[in-house]
């Protein structure tokens, strides 16, 4: 039996195209993706959000797929397998540590849209807008509710990854992923049918240039690489279950177009019902808990009834979008304790799920609970997203890169972009241009304004 058949491998080209995308498709795309579309001039914005998605991500996520497949091991081993030794063995364990950290703190916030879904459905989550923000000051600084909803939420995702690849996060996506799309096409639809969401789709749609500048395109390029969780290993990991006629190029292009798509479907479902009201979507973090909760009473004032679909069906959106990328956050944990202790993957899913839920535990209670629980000045939670985004994700796309264009050998990386010569390679030279050059030096663009620098 050879190790890849025993480690497990997804069952088809559609399992592996939606568990991927899956990965990278989250909050990152309902949530982050229309906020900063409202502060960055909406369509410019996204016209250039798609530029860095297929010129500069795609290249990265076929560089982390390289080094997946080839190993058909967990991160940390298929990064030290082609390092033979030398210092580029870190970046595994960089993405190990990184995806941990990041399915921690995540799981806080997917708990609370578990909480918002729990109100809506109840039809609690209802007052003018001193109510609704008080509401969330007072549910996330609770002890405990928030700490419970966070803990559920990594054992929602336990149990699914440690089912394995095939029956636990391929069949998942399956039913996930389509569910997901259907809630948001409803969604879009609802919204774009209120009196004067026109506005709203315009702002998304029709480009501006004139609000472009350097600050933008970095926003846009530090977008792609959030939300193709490029730098977290989870590629390379998933990556190390495809089967050898897996078109990594192919594959990378498809995922994009998921992605991207439901990107601005998100637009077009938070901006049309925004507009409609008055309200301009570019709130940040807080667009979520605490903006779109009026928005949706406003706006479908007249029709209690389809108001309360529309914020039952909406926070269902947001919980199954947090689960498909905390299950693949899950997953590069398991498969490395599983296959560097040499344990059982259920023994292994264990580790990563204690490990989480003390850094879930601590980063719920920081945000209200016991306000003295800081690092650096911030809250535990925000810490950790600050950790990762602006420093380890950067750092694991930015070394991935540099290893893949110049360490590893230009023969195995030209047999694993044609499948061993079974398709064109007409593209590796440029596909190695960008991962050796231009990704780089952008990411590195990227990393030196998140800090202030540029």
């Not at 990556?239 to 006629?245: L, P």
């Not at 990594?248 to 479902?269: E, F, T, Y």
């Not at 479908?300 to 039952?312: E, I, N």
């Not at 023994?347 to 879930?360: E, F, H, M, N, P």
Request: aromatic share 12%; charged share 10%.
């Amino acid at each position: 039996m050879s190790e890849h058949h025993h480690r497990g491998s997804f069952g088809s080209k559609l399992g592996i195209i939606l568990a991927t995308a899956g990965s990278a498709v989250g909050l990152g795309n309902i949530w982050r993706f229309p906020y900063m579309t409202g502060q960055n001039g909406g369509a410019a914005f996204i016209v250039i959000y798609l530029v860095c998605v297929f010129l500069l991500g795609v290249p990265g996520m076929v560089a982390e797929f390289v080094v997946g497949r080839h190993a058909s091991s967990n991160a940390a081993r298929a990064y030290s397998l082609l390092a033979k030794g030398t210092p580029w063995r870190v970046i595994g364990y960089i993405g190990v540590f990184t995806s941990m950290i990041i399915l921690g703190f995540y799981a806080v916030v997917a708990g609370w849209c578990l909480q918002y879904l729990m109100v809506s459905l109840l039809g609690q989550l209802h007052g003018d807008a001193a109510f609704v923000a008080d509401y969330f000051t007072r549910f996330s600084s609770h002890p405990l509710i928030p700490v419970g909803w966070a803990l559920l939420f990594i054992l929602l995702t336990h149990f699914v990854v440690v089912r394995g690849v095939r029956e636990g996060i391929e069949r998942t996506s399956k039913v996930l992923m389509p569910l997901l799309l259907v809630l948001l096409v409803l969604l879009v639809v609802a919204a774009c049918m209120l009196p004067g969401s026109s506005k709203g789709v315009e702002f998304l749609l029709k480009p501006d240039f004139g609000k472009l500048s350097g600050g933008v395109f970095l926003e846009a390029l530090g977008q792609a690489f959030f939300s193709l969780s490029l730098g977290t290993a989870c590629l390379c990991t998933y990556a190390s279950y495809f089967g050898r006629d897996t078109n990594l190029l192919g594959s990378a292009v498809k995922i994009s177009l998921l992605d991207s798509l439901i990107a601005i479907l998100a637009g077009l479902m938070i901006f049309p019902a925004a507009f409609s009201v008055g309200v301009n979507p570019d709130s940040g973090p807080s667009l979520i808990f605490i903006t779109l909760p009026n928005v949706f009473q406003e706006a479908f004032q007249s029709v209690p009834a389809v108001g309360y679909v529309v914020s039952v069906a909406f926070y269902a959106l947001l919980a199954l979008a947090a689960l498909t990328s905390t299950i693949s956050m899950h997953e590069i944990g398991t498969s490395f304790f599983h296959e560097e202790l040499k344990v059982s993957r259920q023994k292994g899913g264990w580790v990563v799920t204690l490990i989480c839920c003390v850094i879930a535990v601590l980063c719920s209670l920081s945000v209200g609970a016991i306000p003295a629980l800081r690092v650096k000045g911030m809250t535990v939670l925000d810490f950790c997203d600050s950790l990762t985004a602006d420093y380890l994700l950067p750092l694991g796309a930015f070394l991935t890169c540099l290893f893949v264009g110049w360490y590893v050998p230009r023969r195995l990386v030209s047999d694993q972009f044609t499948n061993w010569g079974t398709l064109s390679g007409r593209l590796l030279p440029v596909f190695l241009f960008f991962v050796r050059f231009v990704c780089p030096v952008c990411i590195a663009c990227v990393f030196l304004h998140q800090l202030g620098v540029i």
